[in-house]
């Protein structure tokens, strides 16, 4: 049961900050201030407001000579509801409705002198409906009826969206009920398993917006925030069935959309009507009626889904108060494929998956005097689940809860117009280890253990036991005010965010991760251990991270949890404009203000140890005070017939930093309470053991090399390093009041770094923001039927990415009396004399040393030992970095860069009886051809990201190049170049409605990566190519996301060719600087084994990256029993054709050059298994093989 949060109570060491404005959007808003000031003081008609949960209808009256009516009178009326508002027109002949609820409206225009006119039109959500009359001299007895088109050109706005209804939703197939599938048809757009992004989002989807991953897309339902502020997407899922309508908008954004830079889903839910209605369904599917999911020789996975469930709305009381209530229920059984390569692949097999998940939804509208609408909603989600976040067979069971309140205002009074949203909601999910005893593969293994990108993982899991929990309570205001001819826009918005966690990651057992090349595979294939290199025991032990067993975020209590608390506090106000310089065009402008706290940690006091090894490094963390976003934008209908628009615009969007990016920079800033999760690295390569820092001291691994400095076999070590983590987690119990031993400026105080990963806030911090723009066309080509283009760019800047500041291992900073002073310790070892000639050298070469040696003595970078060479050897490393006496000095900066440029098209058409045989038609085509590129990315210190998902710049990647972080700029692992979408429905004579859905997506791309070569101390002489210090590297001459983007399956091998020719078995630039020196020959590099590794070639048949191809339809059938019942039976078909589709973000192609099955230079179409797409978590299942569902709906 969720408990009551409390508001942390700060420490003494909390000190208000000192302002910290950044005036980078100073001078932008004050040419923005100049800018409305000149439309205001400029002639034009009245525009609409629209908010994020309402849409409106406005217009513009004249006479048969166009002269503009003062003083018509406006009556519209919803034909659901019966409410009716009134309204005149005003100098300008310009009318406006402020905000109304989606839906079907009748404007009815009356004036002196004139015969009436009656329009009939749909409000969308997000959109204004244009309704101009043109008023005829007459009697009033005399009606003109005029029906509005169910399409129009959008005239008013500069906005790239859409807009997609509840009949749209409910005929078209949508695969699992996941009404964000639908979000797919709209261009650029892809929908993302969100349990990519963390362990217990199984069951949730996000909309990837633009190439960005999706995390950070603003969702809201009702005009209430219902995004995930931890770890991105959404808290709940929406029923299908409860949803009117959804927006999405990608760009020109609407002044009053929150924190977003990638676009925003809008949703609004369905209320009730005068007359009662309601629907009751059952679907259903079943492996035995759809084609095998991916699997091994010989072995079945049943699977089996039912969901079911209705909703009823009707009025309480006739025009003044509705009810709607939604509930809806899914049972899924599945037998899991987990997929394992060679040389692993006698480990392939399944777990069983069960998923439930539970919706409720319930609301009531209320018509008050005086045209006040009122609600309330109430919706309850729930779903639980067996899962494995992408780990093999490291399976684990979760669930989450989310409950959220909504009420909400609308009204007018006189020119002004309101719309008041109060949201609370609150969010459980905890998660739990279920492997240990399942009797899968080494279930019971002290170890959690991932054999490279073979797909075999397993041991207990590594994200489990976790408990995490948040509330956001929010009020927002949306006003408008008539004023002359313009409307004056403003509003604010503001959201109390807390959050509590206990995520003691690793806790159950240590992570060992070795990769598999031709190194590890030579070594398994000796033993000692049965099976050789097919048996995971016998590989080294390459990459081990422990955990101290604890978790808390913070150490105040809150939720009844004993720490972990932590809040957030967001204000946001607007101020805006929309004017008409003429009847047919439209300008909008509008400045936003957003201050975001909590997110910076800006309340923590200095660090002056931070500061002692370089001066503003340990300064307080500056808080974002002056994040002002302006924006501009214009729609023209150059006709004026309303047929044709030319719609552009430009503004600036802030971005919302969740969580997850910097979860530990608490845990390092805190000096009291010793709650915090720790998970230092053990082992960083074969034989390169780092100090673990506990409480009056540290602990010494043992366990990453053979006692003759050699690599030593996984079942060798597995008890001696579970036995180490259990000594480690001993030493760090749970005390509120101890110090805390994470705390950086202690570990400096001891000579030891803070760990490899970047957690730490850079000072200079700044909110990420995006300059979005776009120039576009829509035009009616026939009556029903709109065709849009739009130029669309969004440059995103200040995005976190990781820096060593003290750039370790970076060849500027060559110490060469400290290499002197390693080779000759070195030599003396090998008792070759104490000099560092030449001679020297090869005394210990003959004796068998290998560059790890040297570099076990200093002749290297800190990043090996995670602290400075000078307290373990007494003299500082060759390559120390800026300051000698520092560690390595990991920080998240405000540097990263991307760019989305695309071409956006879209056909949409909307036709009654458009030929024969075909009743009604409605359809939508969608075209993107874009390229998003981005800095690239790694997470942790090996190197470039192993998984697509560890890339995301909004996960806080590492930089690639930590001198230059932009080098290998270069398409984004979500890239797409092309991306078709196409969707409809047609009913059919006899009651018969036939629907599709189709995607076909051009391939992801990867990149060309150099893997470490995990042989010791020492890697920057073997995979750094730039001399910056980090190792891993992107093979030389290429950049970021090249494979599949000029370097395919066609032609790899001439690429690595050349890289095997001209940089393998060649010094790097730390080499080069021995060289140069004088220290050492290339020779003697080479028979130290310090100079670049050769990459295997690609096997005849390596198969490159896929395309995305997915055909869904359905057929259905309606039979009315009754006057007002309907009987539909329907089957739905997703993937009619069985497409096979591989290399989804999840589990695609990998760019380590390993030569392994799963790398893009070792895998041919028999081995390309493991990347196929099967079932995905929930109820997503994009590309997954063909499933048949049969479906009954009864409506009334």
Known sequence: MIQNEEVPQRSPEFSAPASAVTGDSLTLSRIFALLVMVLLNMGGMLFAQTTAATGSIAGVVRDPSKAVVVGARIQITNLGTGRVMELTTNFSGAFNSGGLIPGEYRTHITARGFKPVEVLSTVLVGNIATVNADLAIGDASQLIE?????????????????????????????????????????????????????????????????????????????????????????????PASGIQEFQLSQSSLDVSTELTTSGAINVTTRSGTNDLHGEAFGFFRDSSMAAALPASPGLFEPFQRSQYGGNLGGPIIKNKVFYFIDAERTLQHEQAPVLV???????????????????????????????????????????????????????????????????????????????????????????????QGSGLPLSNYPLNIQMGNTGLVTGPNSFAPQQILQSDRQVKYDGSKTAGAH???????????????????????????????????????????????????????????????????????????????????????????????KRNLTVTYGLRYVRDTGRSDSEFAPVPQLNALLPGLGDRVQQPNASFAPQVGFAWDPTGTGKTAIRGGIGLFYENVLTTVAPNDPVLRTRVGDVFLKTPTGCNGAGTPLPVPVSGGVLQPTFCGSTTGGPVAIGAADNQIAAFQRLYQAS???????????FVGS??????????????????????????????????????????????????????????????????????????????????????????????????????????????????????????????????????????????????????????????????????????????????????????ENDGGAWGPSGAAATAVLADQDFGPQALDYANPHRYFGPSVLDRTHQLSFGGYADLPRGFQLSVIGHFWSPLSTSLVVPNTNLGPGEIFRTDFTGDGTVQDLLPGTHWGNFDRGIDASNINKVIANYNNTYANQATPAGSVLIQSGLFTLSQLRALG?????????????????????????????????????????????????????????????????????????????????DRVGVGTGVYALGAPRQIEFQLRVTF
Not at 497 to 524: D, K, Q
Not at 732 to 742: E, G, I, K, V
Not at 1142 to 1161: C, E, S, V
Request: proline letters at 7%; charged letters at 15%; glycine letters at 10%.
């Open 1090 to 1170: 310090a100079v670049a590794p050769s990459v295997p070639l690609a096997p005849p048949g390596q198969v490159n990256l896929s395309w995305l191809r997915a055909f869904d339809a359905k057929i259905s059938w309606s039979c009315k029993i009754r006057e007002r019942v309907a009987l539909q039976p329907g089957v739905g078909f997703y993937n009619v054709f069985n497409f096979a589709n591989f290399d989804l973000p999840g589990a695609a192609l990998n760019g380590l050059l390993t030569g392994t099955a799963g790398q893009i230079n070792g895998t041919t179409r028999a081995g390309h298994y493991v």
């Open 747 to 932: 570990l400096l105080d001891q000579g030891l770094g803070f760990g490899l990963v970047p957690l730490m806030l850079d000072p200079n911090y700044r909110t990420p923001r995006s300059v979005e723009m776009n120039i576009g066309v829509q035009r009616e080509i026939h009556p029903g039927i709109i065709f849009s283009a739009d130029l669309v760019r969004n440059v995103q800047t200040h995005y976190l990415i990781g820096i060593d500041e003290n750039h370790a291992g970076d060849v500027r900073y060559f110490d060469k009396a400290s290499a002197v002073r390693a080779i000759s310790e070195t030599n003396q070892s090998f008792h070759c004399g104490s000099s560092a000639d030449s001679n020297s050298i090869q005394c210990a070469v003959a004796a068998g040393a290998q560059m790890t040696d040297y570099a076990g003595h200093g002749l290297t970078s800190s990043t090996d030992f995670d602290q400075p060479c000078g307290v373990l050897f007494g003299y500082p490393c060759a390559f120390p970095g800026i300051n000698p006496n520092a560690p390595p000095l990991p920080f998240l900066e405000s540097v990263g860069r991307s760019v989305y440029n695309a071409l956006q098209t879209k056909l949409t058409g909307n036709l009654q009886h458009p030929f024969g045989g075909v009743q009604a038609l409605y359809f939508q085509v969608s075209y993107a051809l874009s390229r998003f």
């Open 487 to 581: 409307v004056i826009r403003y509003g604010f918005d503001f959201n109390r965010i807390i959050g509590a966690a206990v995520v003691p990651l690793g806790s159950l057992a240590p992570s060992l991760v070795t990769n598999i090349g031709p190194f590890e595979e030579s070594f398994a294939q000796a033993g000692p251990f049965p099976g050789g290199d097919t048996n995971p025991l016998n590989y080294p032990v390459e990459f081990v991270t422990l955990s101290n067993g604890l978790g808390y975020l913070t150490p105040y209590p809150g939720f009844g949890l004993p720490a972990g608390n932590f809040p957030y506090d967001r204000f946001a106000a607007y101020l805006g404009g929309i004017s008409k310089w």
């Open 341 to 435: 390569a060679a040389p692993f692949q006698q480990y392939s097999g399944s777990f069983n998956a069960p998923f439930r998940e539970n919706n409720l939804m319930a609301r009531a509208d209320y018509q008050l005097p005086k045209s006040i609408r009122a609600f309330y909603r109430f919706s309850y989600f729930q779903n639980s689940f067996v899962a494995n976040g992408g780990a093999g067979f490291s399976i684990y069971t979760g669930k989450n809860v989310t409950r959220s309140h909504v009420a909400g205002f609308d009204f007018n009074t006189g020119s002004l117009s309101h719309s008041i949203r109060f949201g609370y909601l609150k969010t459980e999910r905890n998660i739990s280890d279920a492997n």
């Open 732 to 742: 760090s119990p749970l005390n509120l009041m101890a110090p805390n031993p994470n």
């Open 146 to 238: 005029v029906e509005g088109s169910a399409l129009q050109v959008n005239t008013e706005q500069p906005a790239v969206q859409g807009v997609l209804n509840q009949e749209q939703i409910e005929n078209m197939p949508v695969n699992g009920r996941n009404f964000l599938d639908l979000a797919q048809l709209e261009p650029g757009v892809q929908i993302q398993d969100a349990s990519d992004f963390s362990s217990g989002k199984d069951g949730y989807s996000s909309v990837s917006f633009g190439g960005r991953f999706g995390r950070t897309a603003r969702i809201e339902a009702d005009g209430i925030d219902l995004s995930d502020e931890i770890f991105g997407s959404t808290t709940a899922n929406i």
